[in-house]
Nanobody
Framework: QVQLVESGGALVQAGGSLRLGCVAS????????MGWYWKATGKQRDLVAS???????DYADSVKGRFVISRDNAKNTMYLQLNNLETEDTGVYYC?????????WGQGTQVTVSS
């Protein structure tokens, strides 16, 4: 069974930066397209960044130019660099597959951006 563990969330001031990490264990193909999802209180969980096994990335308009997704297939690890954070980025960030077939969700990691 696949397990996803996110880390790196924190309280940060607007304009600051964070680096989130995701470690995947279990039967996950290194060819799986992966992504980072964001969920704010009272809102649905949205995909904000994705990356294919070969490194092709895609971003939601709201984070384009500020967030950078990367992955290390050898370590089954994925990262999300969050730059120039805005208060609207506050929420819980989750990692998961981004090809329509989701693994069980992890706990997520809380990012809180203060003004």
């Amino acid at each position: 069974q696949v397990q996803l563990v996110e880390s790196g969330g924190a309280l940060v001031q607007a304009g600051g930066s964070l680096r989130l990490g995701c470690v995947a264990s279990g039967n996950i193909s290194r060819f799986t397209k992966m992504g980072w999802y964001w969920k704010a209180t009272g809102k649905q969980r949205d995909l904000v960044a994705s990356i294919t096994a070969t490194g092709t990335t895609d971003y939601a308009d709201s984070v384009k130019g500020r967030f950078v997704i990367s992955r290390d297939n050898a370590k089954n690890t994925m990262y999300l660099q969050l730059n120039n954070l805005e208060t609207e980025d506050t929420g819980v960030y989750y990692c998961n597959a981004a090809n329509g077939i989701l693994f069980p969700w992890g706990q997520g990691t809380q990012v809180t951006v203060s003004s």
